[in-house]
């Protein structure tokens, strides 16, 4: 039995050359998903999914790895991904529910209801870093995947986008913390603030340096993080509705230019509100 040629893509063939590979084996549409967030001790996990247009329609000026681009840069770049998408999807993952269950968990949840969101069922998906089970359709994880696929770029550039909006609305509800500067990062000022304030709701408890600043760093990680705090709640009342961005194909956790939403479930057996498996 004949076996089908491999396909090759060659290392210098640009951000758009493995969908490009991947679209002429006949997987015509590719999607990308990333997150951001992994690393912040504050603020919610966000991830994120698109699936961009084949040919120049889907050719995004300026689209890089997220973290390479300024936040002006960023800007363009997230309404352009917004605008050309044919799917794309957000998902958030608030601090409180990191604790519960755990990051790796939550990462990998997060990307399976934003590909599951999509309103383009894809042919292919593409990750960035590790793979994601329970997809019904082929994937691969490719190793600094939002530097190598335009798909996952978009995607990188959803995820920060949206994350750093919630971060700079952060820094108005909980002052002190700087949130707005490093985005729930560890920085040498972010570590001055817990220190002196102790941590916020927006915090997660079950990182070492703040439960450390907290007091509770004695505890096991899923017991930290103290119950019936009275600061503001970022994602509102429980029972709100996700909502839709307003554009063709895009779900998303956070209205654009409005207040976050509560976030769903991201349980195996629950879909977010307004996405379409």
């Known amino acids: 039995m004949l076996t089908p040629p491999r396909t090759v893509v060659r290392r210098d063939g640009g951000l758009y050359a493995l969908e490009r590979a991947l679209q002429r084996r006949g997987f015509r549409q590719v999607a990308g ?11 919610p996990l966000v991830a994120a999914a698109a699936i961009l247009p084949e040919g120049r329609r889907g050719e995004i000026d300026e689209l890089a790895d997220s973290k390479l681009l300024t936040p002006a840069a960023r800007e363009r770049v997230y309404h352009e991904v917004v605008a050309r998408a044919l799917a794309y999807a957000v998902v958030i993952i608030p601090a409180e529910e990191v604790d519960a269950r755990g990051l790796h968990v939550c990462n990998l949840a997060a990307m399976r209801r934003a590909l599951a969101s999509l309103a383009t069922r894809p042919d292919y998906v593409l990750t960035d870093g ?10 691969l994880a490719v190793w600094k995947g939002d530097r190598v696929a335009a798909c996952v770029a978009a995607a990188s550039v959803l995820a920060k986008v949206t994350r750093d909006r919630i971060m700079v609305d952060l820094d108005g509800r909980f002052p002190g913390y700087g949130f707005a500067e490093h985005k729930g990062y560890i920085t040498a000022e972010h570590s001055a603030a817990l220190r002196e304030l102790g941590p916020c709701r927006e915090h997660r ?12 760093d004695g505890r096991p990680p899923r017991a930290r993080r103290p119950v019936g705090r009275a600061e503001p709640a970022l994602f509102g009342r429980p029972d709100e509705p996700m909502e839709h961005s307003g554009a063709p194909g895009g779900t998303v956790g956070v209205a654009l230019g409005e207040q976050p939403r509560p976030p769903a479930s991201v349980g195996e057996d629950v879909v977010m509100k307004g996405g379409v498996r």
């Open 130 to 139: 590790f793979g994601v089970d329970g997809l019904d359709v082929p994937g």
């Open 33 to 43: 998903a990333d997150e951001a967030g992994r690393g912040a001790c504050a603020g």
């Open 205 to 216: 408890f079950s990182y070492v340096n703040v439960a450390a600043a907290s007091g509770r």
